[in-house]
């Protein structure tokens, strides 16, 4: 993303949305927020309120009209992160993941036609792989057949992106992300683990039998990828994993967290392969095309995991 036309972030004010926001803003592009703070706070980008590089609109991006007003205030692209955060949410409550990824995603999409905004950035997510039978698992590998809520309507946002291409010109650049992980997290096993020991420290539980294992990375990682590469789909749609081409098991990440708070406490496994119902055990990534565009995450799973656990560990003694 190299001009400095402005640029709308749904869910900006978020986990992975602020840090997008931070990138931004260090980059001088003018940014509007749009947030309704259901899971958020307008504090991970004060500093940027508080200097004009961005303004916020606490808004439901269903509200497609009301979208399509701000759009037409003279942003060029939307990089659209508003989504639930946690799929198990979706477990009690699946029309959770519809309304947020399909509904809303088919809203920005109308603002976006509406409005004459030509250019989208979404995150979709590793789990529209459902439990695929490739490994390292690239973005051409199916079928694509998902095991969560949270996953299918992912899929279905895609589809719904790609359709806006092809019937009305919306250029898309879609972005798998493994497991996104840094300061302000509120959600994820490193926040559970965090939670679990600051009510117990002397007992841990892990949810599954603790061989899951997945590829971590770091937020501001993720950003730079969502801004660096979303030009590469040159009027088309661009499809690409991001994330790390290793991976790290939950019990090397309940080891990471007890060794950074200075804790031995016992370690409780369950039997079950997933953690919850819809959960994937295994998340291998190749990283192939995003390398090949010139993104490389900094650090590899396990350095994002401890580094992650000190953001959070330092946030808590600061608040």
Request: charge should be negative; glycine fraction near 10%; proline fraction near 3%.
């Amino acid at each position: 993303m190299t001009t400095e036309q402005t640029v709308l972030v749904t869910g900006g004010a978020g986990f992975i949305g602020s840090h997008v926001v931070d990138l931004l803003a260090a980059r001088d592009i003018p940014v509007v927020v749009v947030d309704d703070l259901s899971n958020s706070t307008r504090e991970h980008i004060r500093p940027h309120l508080d200097s004009g590089a961005a303004v916020f609109h606490r808004l439901d991006i269903l509200r497609t009209d009301d979208l399509a007003e701000i759009m037409s205030d003279g942003v060029d692209r939307v990089i659209h992160l508003a989504a639930s955060v946690d799929m198990r949410v979706g477990l009690a409550n699946n029309w959770v993941d519809v309304n947020q990824s399909v509904l809303g995603t088919r809203s920005v999409l109308e603002a976006m036609r509406v409005s004459g905004v030509a250019k989208l950035t979404f995150s979709s997510s590793s789990t529209v792989y459902g439990e695929p039978s490739v490994r390292p698992t690239a973005e051409h590998d199916g079928p694509f057949l998902p095991i969560s809520v949270y996953g299918a309507a992912k899929l279905g946002a895609e589809g719904l992106i790609s359709a806006y291409n092809h019937l009305y010109g919306i250029e898309a650049a879609i972005f798998r992300f493994g497991n996104v992980v840094g300061g302000r997290m509120n959600h994820g096993v490193i926040y559970d683990f965090l939670e679990k020991l600051r009510r117990d420290p002397h007992r841990l539980e892990v949810l599954g039998n603790g061989r899951q294992r997945k590829n971590y990375f770091l937020a501001e990682d993720c950003a730079r990828g969502i801004a660096d590469l979303a030009p590469h789909a040159a009027g088309g749609v661009l499809v690409a994993n991001l994330g790390t081409v290793d991976t790290v098991a939950v019990t090397r990440i309940a080891a990471i967290v007890a060794e950074e708070l200075g804790l031995n406490p016992e370690i409780e496994l369950g039997t079950g392969e997933r953690g919850w119902p819809g959960d994937v055990p295994v998340v291998e990534f190749d990283l192939s095309r995003a390398h090949a565009l010139g993104w490389r995450a900094e650090r590899e799973s396990e350095a994002a995991v401890r580094e992650a656990v000190r953001r959070l560990v330092k946030e808590r003694a600061d608040a």
